[in-house]
């Protein structure tokens, strides 16, 4: 199955904008930072950085999608205009270590504030400057004051009700809103009154499982297949006149059992990441090669087997069948997925068809956890009696990071030395 590592790149660009304490990005960043366009109804405005903060303050002006494609502007041309440098690493470092002002975010993982920044923004229903000034460590939005009242809550609700564990979260209260709406909503009558039909059983996870592996070809026609190659374009939202690509081209090499390999062209020069059998890894245009640790390289290596629709009963610990939801127009059973070293994962089965429609994983912060999902349409015979995804979503919080991938061609049992998948060395 394709591998989106967006959380990786998420992190990547938010490390890469945010940092005011590296001198040596300072100079692209500060001068992007002067000028911004707003996509607004009307079109494209270009503002100062003067009346951009005012709009930001009243915060009903810009819708939150504008402020969203606003920000990914900054990522995004941070992370091409960059020179030279190493990637930085924040491997053992807290957030007070890396971060100028963190004052009650104080221990936690510097690499988890990214995740607990969209957790903030998915939450509350806004953007960045909602509660931030383009220098990130100042605190001159009362929001951002009352924010750290929240947290210092949250945390001590946490602490003494429920053994510390993120249970209470900021969209516990808040559900996409900034301020909270706390009146019960009624439900309409006519639906309150329905008569309830009896339901029929829900099927088992291995009558689900079962079904998903005959609908994609069946396990024969999948195990005739020992290596594939598959080209896509990457949608990713941009805005005319800025350096953000608007599309990325990406060839994804995968070989039984588990080497993969991922290109991507980006504006300077070429992207890979990859799974070699022992590590994952990723090295950027750049030449700058670094390895996945923790979750990223679990998940690296999971998403990696190439038999992975065939392998999901040993790969979960625990499987649930939760009920049925809506994806889209579609009803799917939802599953519930254990993992050993990884938190749950949400799979949707299509009740008719038996194909995954979506996928949900996500990243533990102390203020709640963030979602990421990855949406699996227009599934397509490849030619073998093999079924592939030809349109995946990414869904995200935010429409910063979020995506949409065409897959253009898929070539099957394609001869791809072993060399191709070895980790790269670094320059
Ligand atoms: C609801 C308010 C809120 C939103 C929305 C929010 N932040 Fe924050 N942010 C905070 C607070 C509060 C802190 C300080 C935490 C502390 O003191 O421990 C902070 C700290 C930071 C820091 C550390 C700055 C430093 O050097 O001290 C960065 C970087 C940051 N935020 C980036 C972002 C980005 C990027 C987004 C959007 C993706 C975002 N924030 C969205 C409230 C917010
Ligand atoms: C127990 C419920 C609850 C939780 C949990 C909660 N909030 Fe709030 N929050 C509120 C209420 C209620 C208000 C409105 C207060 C008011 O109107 O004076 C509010 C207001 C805010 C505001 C000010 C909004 C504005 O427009 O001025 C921010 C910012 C905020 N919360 C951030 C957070 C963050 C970040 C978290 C998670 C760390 C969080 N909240 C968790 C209940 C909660």
């Known amino acids: 199955m394709f591998i989106v590592n ?15 304490k590296m001198e ?25 950085s003067k009346e951009r903060n005012n709009l930001f303050m009243s915060g009903t ?8 494609a606003a920000f990914s502007l900054m990522l995004a041309a941070a992370l091409f205009a960059r020179g030279q440098q190493a990637p930085l690493s924040l491997e053992g470092k807290t957030a007070e270590q890396v971060y100028n002002n963190i004052q009650v975010l104080q221990g936690i993982p510097a690499d988890q504030l990214n995740p607990t920044m969209r ?31 929240m947290i210092t809550m949250v945390s001590a609700i946490n602490k003494s009700s429920f053994g510390g564990l993120p249970i209470v979260t900021c969209n516990s209260c808040h559900h996409g809103s900034s301020i909270p709406i706390a009146l019960l909503t009624l439900p309409e009558q006519a639906d309150m009154l329905a008569e309830r039909e009896p339901q029929p059983a829900l099927p088992t996870a291995d009558q689900i499982l079962a079904k998903y592996v ?3 070809g069946g396990e024969q026609a999948i195990r005739k297949v020992t290596s594939r190659l598959i080209t896509v374009t990457q949608q990713n939202l941009s805005l005319p006149t800025v350096p953000l690509p608007a599309l990325l081209h990406v060839e ?21 990441d990859g799974f070699d059998g022992n590590t994952v890894w990723s090295q950027d245009a750049h030449g700058h090669v670094t390895e996945a640790a923790g979750v990223a390289q679990t998940r690296g290596k999971r998403a990696a087997d190439f038999y992975e629709c065939l392998n999901l009963k040993q790969e979960y610990t625990r499987l649930v069948v939760q009920g049925k939801q809506k994806v889209g127009e579609r009803e799917a059973y939802l599953v519930l997925g254990y993992l050993p070293d990884d938190f749950a994962e949400r799979l949707f089965f299509d009740t008719q068809s038996g194909l995954l429609l979506r996928k949900i994983t996500t990243v533990r912060t102390t203020v709640g956890d963030l979602p990421t999902g990855t949406e699996y349409d227009d599934y397509r015979d490849v030619g073998d009696g093999v079924k592939l995804p030809f349109l995946i979503r990414i869904l995200a ?12 061609k898929v070539q099957e049992n394609v001869v791809i030395d072993n ?9």
């Open 6 to 20: 967006w959380e990786l790149l998420s992190a990547y660009l938010f490390e890469l904008t945010t940092r005011t």
């Open 24 to 48: 040596d990005l300072q100079k692209p960043i500060s001068s992007l930072r002067c000028t911004m366009y707003l996509f607004s109804n009307y079109g494209v405005a270009l503002i100062n």
């Open 61 to 68: 002006l810009v819708s939150r999608r504008a402020l969203g």
């Open 119 to 149: 957790v903030f923004e998915g939450s509350l229903g806004v953007g960045c400057f909602f509660c931030h000034v383009s220098d990130f460590s100042k605190d001159d939005k009362e929001t951002k004051v009352s924010a750290r009242k």
């Open 214 to 216: 005959e609908a994609l």
């Open 252 to 272: 994804q090499y995968e070989k039984a059992p588990n080497l993969t390999v991922t290109v991507t062209q980006v504006p300077d020069g070429i992207a890979e």
């Open 397 to 408: 919080v935010s429409p910063t990071i979020s995506a949409t991938i065409h897959v253009q």
């Open 419 to 427: 060399a191709k998948f070895a980790k790269a060395e670094s320059k």
